[in-house]
């Protein structure tokens, strides 16, 4: 058969057409989290296993391993704390351990822990899981309740108690238990249930076992649609793993576990990563918790980033996870600490609108550890409030889109702090960025400075491609600038060096001090090919910030991004996004715009200055307990049985707004 050459060159156009696009990848689905090194504080000088949780009076709220179960208090974030109060003693030679807390829709908060007793061991002194309650916020607490007991031997005990409260108003107590193994080495989660806000609990069920190995450290959540209970545990029987790894148990809310528990083989035992780990990764003492944006976020303490797999020498890792608890991805490590230090039993809570705290147990193998406290921001996309800063080489005295121009946060790995922020009007792009330097590098061809990557286009690709543009700031007060560019017929583009005359029109301010430089920096649209600032559009944006040394470089980057200058891979890049100028608040999380309510019963009655889409009501838990559509300025929502929490309410221009609200007593 006789083809045509204009058939081939057709054929051949598409084939390459296919090809330059083939490098495309679907953009990155999950918050990353910045956490600030200003906010760390030690909690207890010693001490193991802190959990916290944010009361319906606002304040946080930490019990911990510390000579008996201790509690502290702060009224102002955490930057100030009660003296600890002994509330569980240790009785005669028993130790009360691993607390675990949670304050119920009626305003009752009990405290769980694990009395363990030493040796010698008798009958008389058994392994158990018990709890205090107090129903006046803190002030008195009641004596101890029975929740389980196990054997009198180490053995055979039972251990780490974590309570989870469903809408129906039924309490749990999930709990690491040896006791039905006294010929083995086994051990299953088990589930005790009360129905009287902790003062009398049931029998324990098993929830998930798998033979020969050892399922442990529960933590349960209820998935932000209510639908299901998912359990994170430690488990040391995956095929191929060397240790404990990360995983969850799950059940139906309509099911919650009447089916049986979750063995070896079951579809609902998984792995919490969304990329397989290598075979030696750790990933044990895991901890759950929900965000307000409906993401979860977990920890363990594991051997990422150490040279090591001996458990005394582990660190804490903080992952954010999809709706369901799955797919979890973003690793960060929010403890700086040596080779020769560990950070242990930790835990996440979730405060305020959407902050995260970490806790950990510091120290070094041999000695006390002390608690450790420190905030992240998880954030999933980057937005540009509209404004026009006083373009003087700080932003001290602008309004940028979050306060202080914290919007980025980088450096808690090596305790530096490097902050970047975004304002936008119609003629300029705005970026600053603070970052602290001790030693300033400005005199070789790779001086310390900051790249900003924008993907105008939101190519989400892993070359360059038209729309994307790189502009490194210099501390010498320079700056150099690229574009991406397709290459035709190619799947790969590359950067390109931009004009020096187009490049001049951004116009670069520093500030620099004996250790730090600060810099603004005006871009035009022009200079980025637009005639007009792209509200409404979907955009990428990435920094990276260069820290120069007589002999190496370091690099401070957002979780999961790629500073290769050949592949960019701008699809892991933070989506980007300018906020309508009428809109006037910053996103996705605003607190800024009047929204009023009311709480009337069991109903909240809310008012907004612009149409709301969607309310929901959300426990400090994480859980949404209510939710309804909505297309007006005022609506009346059921508060699903809570007497305090969030209110998350969607409005009409795409903005999100998170509140605090508590009913009355």
Not at 235 to 246: L, V
Not at 542 to 561: F, G, L, P, Q
Not at 590 to 599: M, N, P, S
């Given at each position: 058969m006789k083809v045509s050459t204009s058939a081939i060159l057709l054929c051949l156009a598409a084939m390459l057409s296919l090809g330059a696009s083939a490098a495309r990848k679907d953009a990155y689905d999950r918050s990353r989290i910045f956490w600030d090194t200003d906010t760390k504080k030690t909690l207890f000088n010693i001490g193991n296993y802190a959990r916290m949780i944010q009361l319906a009076d606002g304040r946080l709220m930490v019990a911990a391993e510390n000579g008996g179960i201790k509690v502290i208090y702060s009224e102002d974030g955490g930057k100030a704390w009660t003296p600890a109060e002994l509330i569980a003693p240790n009785p005669a030679n028993v130790h009360e351990c691993v607390p675990d807390l949670i304050q119920l829709t009626d305003g009752t908060i009990i405290v769980g822990y694990n009395p363990r007793p030493t040796e010698p061991y008798s009958e008389d002194r058994r392994f158990g899981i018990r709890c205090r309650r107090s129903t006046d916020n803190g002030a008195t607490w009641s004596d101890e309740i029975f929740i389980f007991d196990a054997r009198h031997t180490f053995a055979d005990g039972c251990w780490?108690?974590?309570?989870?409260?469903?809408?129906?108003?039924?309490?749990?107590?999930?709990?690491?238990?040896?006791?039905?193994?006294?010929?083995?080495?086994?051990?299953?989660?088990?589930?005790?249930?009360?129905?009287?806000?902790?003062?009398?609990?049931?029998?324990?069920?098993?929830?998930?076992?798998?033979?020969?190995?050892?399922?442990?450290?529960?933590?349960?959540?209820?998935?932000?649609?209510?639908?299901?209970?998912?359990?994170?545990?430690?488990?040391?029987?995956?095929?191929?793993?060397?240790?404990?790894?990360?995983?969850?148990?799950?059940?139906?809310?309509?099911?919650?576990?009447?089916?049986?528990?979750?063995?070896?083989?079951?579809?609902?035992?998984?792995?919490?990563?969304?990329?397989?780990?290598?075979?030696?990764?750790?990933?044990?003492?895991?901890?759950?918790?929900?965000?307000?944006?409906?993401?979860?976020?977990?920890?363990?303490?594991?051997?990422?980033?150490?040279?090591?797999?001996?458990?005394?020498?582990?660190n804490m890792s903080v992952l954010v996870g999809d709706s369901s608890a799955r797919n979890f991805k973003g690793l960060t490590q929010p403890f700086n600490i040596g080779e020769n230090y560990h950070s242990l039993w930790n835990s996440v809570a979730v405060v305020d609108t959407g902050t995260v705290v970490a806790l950990g147990s510091i120290g070094q193998p041999g000695s006390s550890n002390r608690i450790e406290m420190i905030k992240g921001y998880p954030r999933k996309n980057l937005i540009a409030r509209h404004g026009t800063p006083n373009l003087n080489g700080t932003a001290a005295k602008d309004t940028y889109s979050y306060p202080k121009g914290y919007q980025i946060i980088l450096g808690h790995e090596n305790n530096t702090r490097r902050t970047m922020d975004f304002l936008y009007d119609d003629r300029n792009l705005y970026f600053t960025a603070r970052c602290i330097d001790r030693d300033i590098i400005d005199d070789k061809a790779d001086n310390d400075g900051v790249t900003l990557y924008l993907d105008l286009e939101n190519a989400c690709d892993v070359y360059p491609r038209n729309g994307m543009f790189q502009i490194f700031f210099d501390v010498n007060g320079t700056l150099t600038m690229k574009h991406g560019e397709d290459l035709a017929g190619y799947e790969a583009g590359k950067w390109i060096a931009t004009d020096a005359e187009l490049a001049a029109g951004i116009q670069y301010e520093l500030k620099r001090g004996s250790t730090y430089y600060e810099i603004e920096a005006a871009i035009p649209w022009s200079?980025?090919?637009?005639?007009?600032?792209?509200?409404?559009?979907?955009?990428?944006?990435?920094?990276?910030?260069?820290?120069?040394?007589?002999?190496?470089?370091?690099?401070?980057?957002?979780?999961?991004?790629?500073?290769?200058?050949?592949?960019?891979?701008?699809?892991?890049?933070?989506?980007?996004?300018?906020?309508?100028?009428?809109?006037?608040?910053?996103?996705?999380?605003?607190?800024?715009?009047?929204?009023?309510?009311?709480?009337?019963?069991?109903?909240?009655?809310?008012?907004?200055?612009?149409?709301?889409?969607?309310?929901?009501?959300?426990?400090f838990d994480g859980a949404i307990v209510a939710s309804q559509s909505v297309n007006h300025t005022s609506c009346t929502i059921a508060t699903g049985g809570a007497a305090c929490g969030i209110v998350r309410v969607s409005y009409a221009d795409g903005t999100v707004q998170c509140t605090k609200w508590r009913g009355v007593r």
């Open positions: 780490e108690p974590s309570f989870l409260e469903l809408p129906s108003g039924e309490l749990q107590c999930y709990f690491a238990n040896e006791n039905e193994y006294t010929s083995s080495g086994e051990q299953c989660i088990s589930m005790c249930r009360s129905f009287d806000k902790g003062l009398t609990w049931s029998a324990p069920v098993k929830v998930s076992f798998r033979q020969w190995t050892r399922d442990g450290m529960p933590v349960p959540i209820l998935t932000p649609d209510g639908r299901e209970i998912v359990v994170i545990i430690e488990d040391n029987g995956w095929p191929g793993s060397s240790g404990f790894i990360a995983t969850t148990v799950r059940t139906s809310l309509d099911d919650n576990w009447k089916s049986g528990y979750v063995d070896a083989g079951s579809s609902r035992r998984n792995k919490i990563f969304a990329t397989e780990p290598p075979a030696r990764h750790a990933a044990g003492a895991p901890y759950l918790r929900v965000l307000p944006s409906g993401e979860t976020v977990a920890s363990y303490q594991g051997n990422d980033n150490r040279s090591t797999n001996n458990m005394d020498y582990m200079v980025l090919g637009l005639d007009h600032a792209p509200t409404g559009r979907l955009m990428r944006a990435d920094v990276a910030v260069r820290n120069r040394h007589e002999s190496s470089i370091e690099y401070a980057t957002i979780v999961d991004t790629s500073t290769a200058s050949s592949k960019p891979n701008s699809w892991a890049w933070m989506g980007f996004l300018l906020l309508p100028a009428e809109s006037g608040v910053a996103a996705p999380a605003v607190d800024d715009r009047e929204l009023r309510i009311a709480c009337t019963g069991s109903e909240l009655s809310l008012s907004s200055p612009i149409a709301m889409s969607r309310v929901e009501i959300i426990t």
